[in-house]
């Protein structure tokens, strides 16, 4: 079998980064294309429609988590074999462990952040974290930001990413750029600053565990504290 071109490596490793997206693009302009027709068929003012607008945000997220997960199903069955995917089994006691140090550890990164005053300089993630988060109902945050969120985003930059370059290139280097796609996907500086961090730590657990369900576990701790931090 032939080795292939560096274009097609690239495009391997990249590709799950644009469909998860294009898929966010996608949902986001459906829902609220469909919320804007329905606002105006009902006569609706501008103001009602920009907050149903507003308040569809977990929806759209919600949408595009289980797009990207049923998406993209085949290709992550597909990774464990031709990316060589070595997977280890982890009692539940671990996996717990696992959980409670990725929250100390976030909880560590946010105080630092907090420390250097980023925050002030760009107010971004506030922002667009209360507009995300206020009013909506607690078990659709949980379900989709503390479940259904880290899932999918842990395949697609943990196991597809990650996996990828590490297969390609070495561990070190998957750990560094899937870190960094990680970083750049979450859209602010706040976040990329925290998520890039985050997700060099994801990386290394799951290259260090074998097992793709640790940076999960992690993850979903670190997004519950986040909704425990918002509230």
Avoid at 49 to 77: E, F, H, P
Avoid at 163 to 181: A, P, V
Wanted: proline residues 3%; contains cysteine.
């Amino acid at each position: 079998m032939n080795e292939p071109s560096t274009g097609r490596k690239l495009w391997e490793i990249i590709n799950p980064l644009v469909f998860i997206i294009a898929a966010m693009f996608i949902v986001t302009a459906c829902i609220t294309t469909g919320i804007m027709i329905y606002s105006r068929s009902v006569g609706e003012s501008e103001v009602v429609m920009y907050s149903r607008v507003l308040t569809s945000t977990i929806w759209c997220d919600l949408a595009m988590y289980l797009v990207v997960i049923l998406g993209r199903q085949k290709n992550i069955i597909y990774d464990k074999f031709k990316y060589e995917h070595k997977s280890s089994r982890w009692p539940f006691w671990k996996l717990a462990l696992a959980a409670s140090a990725g929250f100390l550890f976030s909880v560590l990164i946010d105080k630092l952040i907090d420390l250097t005053k980023i925050t002030d300089i760009f107010t971004g993630y506030e922002t667009s974290a209360y507009l995300t988060l206020a009013g909506q109902p607690v078990i659709l945050l949980i379900i989709t930001v503390g479940i259904i969120g880290p899932i999918a985003e842990e395949f697609i930059f943990r196991w597809m990413i990650f996996g990828r370059i590490r297969y390609y290139y070495g561990s070190k280097w998957g750990i560094l750029f899937s870190g960094l796609m990680f970083g750049i996907y979450h859209g602010n500086m706040t976040q990329f600053i925290f998520c890039t961090i985050i997700g060099f730590a994801f990386a290394w657990l799951y290259d260090k565990s074998g097992n793709i369900w640790v940076p999960i576990v992690s993850h979903m701790a670190v997004n519950m504290f986040g909704l425990i931090s918002f509230f």
